[in-house]
């Protein structure tokens, strides 16, 4: 599995090519607080503004100036979304380990939030909905969100995510973005105070801040650049695989897409196809650049079991199986941070609308991390609870084991608790 790993087409992120780069602006933050940012963000972002907290009149206006299509659109991502992160609560167990001896797991959220919503090649509306809503279903009591000013739109961050931070009722927003918006939320600057977690996607710089501030604060995941493989037998419709393949390159020139198949056919159709939708779309250039690159390609295996494996090693952010029997061949992924089953569950209807979160695993990390869901929200805490007979009952064994490590005052403490 590894050596077919490396062999796929991935895109490459040098976090630490850039650290060198994000640390002095992080400790800036760290020192001079909000003149650091003032001045970071005029020279990288051309936007010179005194305070970079988002006036409460700004959110509202942008709310009461949006789009009653977008609009409507958010309202029904938003319900979709909390449909599907409710059933994620967890609930409190008490286990009785002897009589007179219990471990409760309480689970229980984080206090504070900073929620990075990016504002580069593409404003994520959408990512706010992702972020907000399990946090806020988690019971996190104090959320902020973060995201690039545009000076089109005044220097504050773009309307759409404005609209949907109202919908949602955050009120606490910042006009900042990139690693400096990441060291505001870990060291605190002008209004805004330290967080205690910071979630959601962003570019190279982004991440490499929050690998620089994690342990101080908590992070989702060191994100990279998007991808979708695909899984397709001669069933799949080229012009649905063309146009998914299309639209995964179009977050980005470091975007990843990947087809893998059996069919021949079908890999001669989707390349042929390919190039007129590209044309016909807004940001082909983008768009060329990610297919072109060598983080995309088509694969081409014996069968569908073959394809299984090969998916499972590349352990895609987005993977999509449009062949026979497609949920069964779907239940037998492992490594994928969603999986799209079917021919009409395409990935763009998860980017904003199934209930599902975008949020997800990115370069291979889905092998081992989860999207974005309420649970990253929680922390699990036990608490231990005995009796002095169920103590006494176990002393010989705590005893036994503190021995066995060397460590007699860990006995002692138990003995001490004991009738002479």
């Known amino acids: 599995m590894p050596e077919l790993a490396g062999l796929l087409p991935r895109a490459a992120t040098d976090i630490d090519s850039v650290l060198a780069t994000v640390r002095p602006l992080c400790e800036d933050v760290r020192v001079r607080g909000a003149q650091a940012v003032r001045e970071i963000t005029?020279?990288?972002?051309?936007?010179?503004?005194?305070?970079?907290a988002v006036p409460a009149d700004a959110i509202d206006a942008a709310l009461a100036g949006i789009d009653p299509a977008v609009r409507a659109a958010l309202e029904e991502s938003i319900a979709r979304v909390r449909r599907v992160h409710a059933d994620q609560r967890r609930t409190d167990v008490t286990t009785e380990v002897v009589p007179g001896g219990?471990?409760?797991?309480?689970?229980?959220?984080?206090?504070?939030?900073?929620?990075?919503?990016?504002?580069?090649?593409?404003?994520?509306?959408?990512?706010?909905?992702?972020?907000?809503?399990?946090?806020?279903?988690?019971?996190?009591?104090?959320?902020?969100?973060?995201?690039?000013?545009?000076?089109?739109?005044?220097?504050?961050?773009?309307?759409?995510v404005l609209a949907a931070c109202a919908l949602l009722g955050v009120g606490e927003v910042y006009a900042v973005g990139g690693a400096q918006a990441i060291a505001v939320f870990g060291y605190g600057a002008g209004s805004c105070e330290p967080v205690d977690l910071v979630t959601g996607p962003g570019n190279v710089y982004v991440t490499a801040a929050k690998r620089l501030l994690r342990g101080l604060i908590g992070i989702d995941s060191e994100a990279g650049p998007t991808e979708v493989a695909i899984l397709a037998d001669d069933t799949a419709d080229p012009v649905h695989v063309a146009a998914d393949l299309v639209s995964q390159a179009e977050h980005d020139p470091l975007a990843g897409?990947?087809?893998?198949?059996?069919?021949?056919?079908?890999?001669?159709?989707?390349?042929?196809?390919?190039?007129?939708?590209?044309?016909?779309?807004?940001?082909?250039?983008?768009?060329t650049t990610a297919l072109d690159g060598s983080q995309s390609g088509i694969v081409l295996v014996d069968d569908v079991d073959a394809g299984l494996r090969v998916v499972d090693a590349y352990a895609a952010e987005h993977l999509e199986i449009q062949t026979r029997d497609a949920r069964a061949v779907a239940m037998r992924v492992r490594n994928a941070g969603a999986v799209f089953v079917g021919a009409w569950s395409p990935v763009s209807l998860g980017d904003y609308i199934a209930g599902s979160n975008h949020v997800l695993p990115t370069g291979g990390c889905a092998r081992h991390s989860s999207g974005l869901s309420v649970q990253s929200f929680l922390r699990g805490i036990h608490l231990v609870e005995y009796d002095e007979q169920a103590l006494a009952d176990v002393a010989g064994h705590v005893d036994a084991l503190a021995g066995a490590e060397d460590l007699p005052a860990h006995a002692a403490a138990v003995r001490a608790r004991q009738h002479p």
Do not use: C
């Not at 797991?105 to 990016?118: A, I, K």
């Not at 504002?119 to 009591?141: C, D, K, T």
């Open 102 to 160: 219990t471990v409760t797991e309480r689970w229980l959220p984080v206090r504070r939030v900073g929620l990075y919503v990016p504002g580069g090649l593409a404003p994520l509306v959408s990512s706010v909905v992702m972020n907000v809503v399990p946090a806020q279903i988690a019971g996190v009591e104090s959320i902020a969100v973060a995201s690039p000013p545009q000076r089109d739109h005044g220097g504050l961050p773009d309307p759409g």
């Open 42 to 52: 005029a020279r990288l972002d051309g936007v010179d503004a005194e305070d970079f």
């Open 257 to 287: 897409a990947v087809l893998v198949t059996d069919s021949e056919a079908l890999a001669d159709a989707v390349l042929d196809l390919v190039p007129g939708q590209v044309a016909a779309t807004k940001h082909s250039d983008r768009i």
